[in-house]
């Protein structure tokens, strides 16, 4: 595995209902909760599986975030307005997930914002 950039700065916006992070790398992600609630890696939500992560839909006011927490030095775990706090999240996984117009030039669906 080689260089995974890491957050350098984590800002939730309450009023977007988004995380904004900024990487080591100089790349900003802008992620919906909704978009990070829904594809949750933890094994309640996504199984013991292996194959790719499904997305799990969510009412907004669940996916409201309470708390972000670092784990060691290579991933988050978020805390959710409904309770969950099981997803760890990865710097990795993250930057896979991030929607922004160079990583993602389709854009976002809609049913993930």
Excluded: W
Excluded at 10 to 28: N, P
Excluded at 50 to 77: C, K, L, M, T
């Amino acid at each position: 595995m080689g260089y995974v950039p890491h957050p350098t700065e984590i800002e939730y916006k309450s009023a977007q209902r988004a995380l904004r992070m900024s990487f080591s790398d100089d790349h900003e992600s802008v992620y919906p909760t909704r978009y990070l609630r829904g594809f949750c890696p933890c094994a309640r939500c996504q199984g013991h599986t292996s194959g790719p992560h499904r997305f799990i839909e969510h009412e907004p006011a669940q996916a409201e975030v309470v708390d972000v927490r670092q784990v060691g030095n290579y991933a988050i775990n978020i805390v959710f307005a409904d309770g969950h706090d099981t997803g760890i999240y990865s710097f990795q996984r993250l930057r896979e997930l991030c929607p922004c117009p160079r990583c993602m030039p389709t854009g976002l669906k809609d049913e993930y914002r």
